[in-house]
């Protein structure tokens, strides 16, 4: 069982810069992916960011590319999702989400996550 908790989800400007932070309860460096979803109103969960066990490989979604940078503190069982270049358009809940034995088409598919978080609003006005 991993219990998720996302914070850092603010009411910024655009073009402002923002960190999400994500705690496990358990260790997931070298078990599990942790990927960033997000989730607009009335919009399908989207996957953005994912770090894949022992940390050496990190995917962002093509239409962020460039403004998103997710790292990972093993020691303390978080991981982060920095997101440069605010627009209002990137207004959604932000979710963390933890699973195993994910293939390369799944990394970013929801129904392939055991675990989430309750998820962070991010609101960027322009």
């Known amino acids: 069982q991993v219990q998720l908790m996302e914070y850092g989800g603010d009411s910024v400007q655009t073009g402002e810069s923002l960190t999400l932070s994500c705690k496990a309860s358990v260790f997931t460096y070298s078990t599990y992916y942790m990927t960033w979803f997000r989730q607009a109103p009335g919009k399908e969960r989207e996957g953005v960011a994912v770090?894949?066990?022992?940390?050496?490989?990190?995917r962002y979604t093509n239409s962020l590319k460039g403004r998103l940078t997710m790292t990972q503190d093993s020691a303390k069982n978080e991981v982060y999702l920095q997101i440069d270049d605010l627009r209002p358009e990137d207004s959604a809940m932000y979710y963390c989400?933890?699973?195993?034995?994910?293939?390369?088409?799944?990394?970013?598919?929801?129904?392939?996550?055991?675990?989430w978080g309750q998820g962070t609003q991010v609101t960027v006005s322009s």
């Open positions: 770090i894949y066990p022992g940390g050496g490989i990190t």
């Open positions: 989400a933890a699973g195993t034995q994910l293939r390369l088409a799944d990394v970013f598919r929801p129904g392939k996550y055991l675990y």
